[in-house]
């Protein structure tokens, strides 16, 4: 059974505008916002240096697959941005079905007081936040879900 390196895990929700980025500390009790980061040429730069910054050692993408569970254009597209990102580190990418997380930090903002309209950037973060607690609460049972992402792949 594959393992996951202990310590901090980076978790991204990978969108065409904008990147939600949440950590969680090393005993992997807590997540929490970091930051939104332009999905510009520069992105992968800047999630890298977050990812210093917090000494993450597992990298978290979240992975919009269909509601029957295939893989349809919107995860081979974060797919392909998330080789992208494996082949300039050596962190671990791990990719992580994201089914539904978005639909649910609106929820949460909106049990909040805040709107979607104008607090988009805070929405990225904590979807990104909903995508790092489902893996928490997978390896609280014992369980890693998700896949990682091969370097072969990422290379390709």
Same mark, same amino acid.
């Given at each position: ?5 202990? @310590?901090?895990? !980076? #978790? +991204? %929700? ?7 980025? $949440?950590?969680? *500390?090393? &005993?992997?009790? /807590? ?30 993408? @979240?992975?919009? !697959? #269909? +509601? %029957? ?7 081979? $597209?974060?797919? *392909?941005? &998330?080789?992208? /990102? ?71």
């Amino acid at each position: 059974m594959e393992t996951l390196p202990s @310590g901090v895990m !980076l #978790a +991204l %929700d990978l969108g065409a505008a904008r990147i939600g980025v $949440a950590a969680c *500390d090393s &005993a992997r009790i /807590l997540a929490y916002p970091v930051a939104t980061v332009a999905a510009d040429d520069q992105w992968i730069d800047r999630v890298l240096a977050l990812a210093d910054e917090h000494q993450a050692a597992v990298i978290v993408v @979240g992975y919009p !697959l #269909a +509601l %029957d569970g295939r893989v349809g254009v919107a995860a081979t $597209a974060i797919g *392909d941005k &998330a080789g992208s /990102l494996s082949a300039r580190t050596s962190t671990p990418i791990w990719l992580v079905d994201e089914r539904l997380t978005t639909a649910e930090a609106h929820r949460r903002l909106r049990e909040t007081g805040h709107s979607a309209k104008t607090d988009r950037m805070m929405i990225d973060a904590q979807a990104a936040v909903g995508i790092l607690d489902t893996m928490l609460q997978a390896l609280r049972q014992g369980r890693i879900i998700g896949r990682r992402l091969d370097n072969k792949e990422a290379h390709d």
